[in-house]
């Protein structure tokens, strides 16, 4: 063989060496990521996890490819590689990445049951010094720099033996034009195939895909199979793109979109109002009977990852929510209740201006569109809407709080900063839960004296890194695994919340209040229920008033979710309201109809899911459509359903509100005007 041509042979050969090395540290980080979320692991058949494993390949493959892609370039020239020292430096910086991000995503996906995405980027948006703080006290930064070292060293490794196996030992040869020749096609034979790896395919069809990598009925075995890379540079795609979601747009006509959504959100003794500039907004008169009167101010409670899965009135034995269990005697609890999103942000958009957390839209509150007006509960509370107030452990700076809700008409914000001799602060978020449930008692006394009111008060302590009180006023958790942390954070947020309503039971403003406690999202468990993973969205809805167990009983089993809170508070005091929110009145819900929720994943995923009675479709531009079936008793389930005609309704009723809703805030028609 001419030298010239075992040049290239071994410039080929270390690539394929350097290849298999990044693949097999892929693998390896693979089965991290299996080992540290063992709970999940362990309830796969063998066959699946063996799968995704094989599969996850693939996408290894393709990682690699697009790193070495610069590389087999420079193939082409006479030199080739060279000495090598510029590619053994670009494959030491991005195979370093790869490597810490793997092992990021060890405690990332145990979190939030997703492979890396677009949070990724959020949180590097936010305040620095904030996340920073999160990420040193939640999370075991020093061992995961040295796990991260160790691996690259091991990488590292590899390469160099891969070098050294592969080394030009003879000096540069001058080609002839036929050495030239035939190391051009070898050359573009070598880059045709790296662009292959790179596709994940050598058809003539679309590249490999995420949808590719569903297998399973485990959600788990799927995203396993994923390389968190991957993932991470296509949100890093996704997001450079418009935020409008075409994909969803383009799915049905806008008109009929709109006809579909007011169905949908219509209920008997509604009256559409404005219909050629409105999409939604309508006259509602609660037809409930409740008497009107009885309550004149709403506070709503938004508990911090406080999860349906382990509240005790929602059948849990953990014992983790004593207090709210018995608050839940109190009042009327909604069993079948969903956040429509998974991160507090969505939560507080959803529940507060009731609109619904849509596709490209995850982060509304610091959009551009985060500054329209919203039919939300500073607008329609009336008269006394500038009688209100927002209590919260934090800095409203985060994910622009301030700046959201006092352009949607909240006046007073007390912070971390404002809160009266704090018991507990935590360096990262701010005071702790029964400090924010101390000053709220106070701010309410201040608020009822100046008459009718309505109020917001958030929680934070249940959020990593669970920083509490010592000593803790409850026993810890200790049987949970993984979860006991986190559940014993839930436990101290769930006695703060005991603690306020013990405090305020004899004021004279409490008969005349309407509490709705709610939680902004759950978190991920040792289960994963459907492939939207319900449990991250399942939460539980109270609310406690006078005479409201009286007249529509203990619990209610509808469908609903975040935005069907303000119309539903609303309603109970007693006077017809327009109003233009996503969601409706889930007591005056005709005889038969079970409710629905339209929730999403948080990140730059297009995924969502509607959830209609017992059925749940789910929605995605790669992975299709996916029907399953929920049972609540004895806990939360999912099996798949294969009802063609009911799919098909379904997904219309999913696209068509998603549509309307993302036309309505493309054309800033989200608030409420005067008809007159």
Request: charged share 20%; proline share 6%; hydrophobic share 45%.
């Amino acid at each position: 063989m001419h030298p010239h041509f075992q040049h290239l042979r071994r410039d080929a050969g270390f690539l394929l060496l350097a290849t298999t090395a990044l693949m097999a540290m892929f693998t390896l980080l693979r089965g991290l990521l299996a080992w540290h979320n063992g709970q999940l692991a362990a309830n796969l058949p063998v066959e699946d996890l063996a799968a995704a494993f094989a599969i996850g390949l693939r996408f290894d493959l393709m990682v690699s490819c697009y790193l070495l892609a610069p590389l087999a370039l420079f193939l082409f020239h006479p030199r080739g590689l060279g000495n090598r020292r510029i590619a053994r430096l670009w494959l030491a910086a991005g195979g370093g990445a790869a490597v810490f991000l793997g092992v990021v995503e060890l405690d990332f996906y145990r979190e939030f049951h997703t492979r890396l995405n677009s949070l990724v980027f959020q949180y590097l948006k936010e305040d620095p010094a904030t996340v920073t703080r999160m990420i040193w006290a939640g999370f075991p930064v020093v061992p995961y720099l040295l796990l991260s070292a160790g691996l690259w060293w091991l990488l590292l490794l590899a390469l160099r033996r891969g070098d050294r196996a592969t080394a030009n030992h003879a000096g540069a040869v001058r080609p002839g034009p036929a050495q030239l020749a035939g190391r051009t096609l070898a050359s573009l034979a070598i880059v045709l195939a790296v662009i292959a790896g790179a596709r994940g395919s050598i058809s003539a069809g679309p590249p490999l895909r995420w949808g590719d990598a569903v297998h399973s009925e485990h959600v788990f075995a799927n995203h396993l199979a994923l390389n968190g890379t991957f993932t991470l540079i296509k949100a890093a795609s996704a997001a450079s793109h418009s935020r409008q979601s075409h994909w969803w747009t383009r799915r049905v006509d806008g008109d009929s979109a709109l006809a579909t959504t007011r169905a949908m959100v219509l209920q008997p003794g509604d009256r559409l109002e404005l219909p050629d500039r409105q999409p939604i907004q309508r006259h509602h008169q609660p037809g409930h009977g409740y008497p009107g009167g009885e309550v004149r101010n709403i506070v709503l409670i938004i508990m911090e990852s406080f999860a349906g899965a382990y509240v005790g009135a929602l059948g849990d034995d953990h014992g983790v929510t004593p207090a709210f269990d018995r608050l839940a005697e109190e009042g009327l609890l909604f069993t079948r209740f969903f956040a429509n999103g998974t991160h507090t942000h969505q939560g507080m958009f959803a529940s507060v201006a009731c609109f619904p957390n849509l596709p490209g839209h995850e982060y509304l509150m610091q959009q551009p569109e985060g500054l329209h007006q919203f039919s939300g509960l500073p607008t329609l509370f009336g008269a006394a809407s500038d009688n209100n107030a927002y209590l919260y452990n934090g800095d409203f700076r985060w994910d622009n709080q301030a700046g959201f809700f006092r352009n949607q008409g909240m006046d007073r914000f007390i912070g971390r900063d404002q809160i009266d001799n704090p018991k507990h602060v935590d360096s990262v978020w701010g005071v702790s839960d029964e400090d924010v449930f101390n000053q709220a008692a106070a701010e309410l006394d201040s608020l009822a004296a100046r008459g009718a009111f309505h109020a917001i008060i958030q929680t934070l302590s249940n959020h990593t890194p669970f920083s509490l009180p010592d000593p803790l006023p409850v026993d810890r958790v200790t049987d949970a695994g993984d979860a006991s942390d986190h559940l014993t954070a839930m436990r101290y947020s769930d006695w703060a919340l005991g603690e306020f309503f013990s405090h305020i039971r004899d004021k004279p403003w409490y008969r005349d209040t309407l509490f709705v406690v709610v939680g902004d999202h759950g978190f991920a468990s040792e289960k994963m229920i459907s492939a939207v993973d319900l449990n991250r969205f399942h939460v539980p809805l109270l609310l406690i008033a006078p005479g409201l167990r009286d007249r529509f009983g203990p619990r209610n089993p509808v469908i609903g979710s975040q935005v069907d809170i303000v119309p539903t508070a609303l309603s109970l005091l007693g006077r017809p309201f327009r109003h233009q929110c996503w969601g409706r009145d889930l007591l005056s819900l005709p005889p038969g109809d079970p409710g629905f929720a339209v929730v999403k994943p948080s990140g730059s995923d297009q995924t969502a899911a509607i959830i209609a009675g017992e059925h749940i479709l789910t929605l995605s531009p790669e992975g299709g459509a996916e029907m399953g079936r929920i049972s609540f008793s004895p806990d939360l389930r999912w099996r798949g359903d294969e009802d063609p005609s009911l799919a098909s309704s379904l997904e219309r009723r999913l696209t068509s509100y998603i549509r309307a809703a993302l036309d309505a805030l493309a054309n800033d028609r989200t608030a409420v005007i005067d008809p007159r």
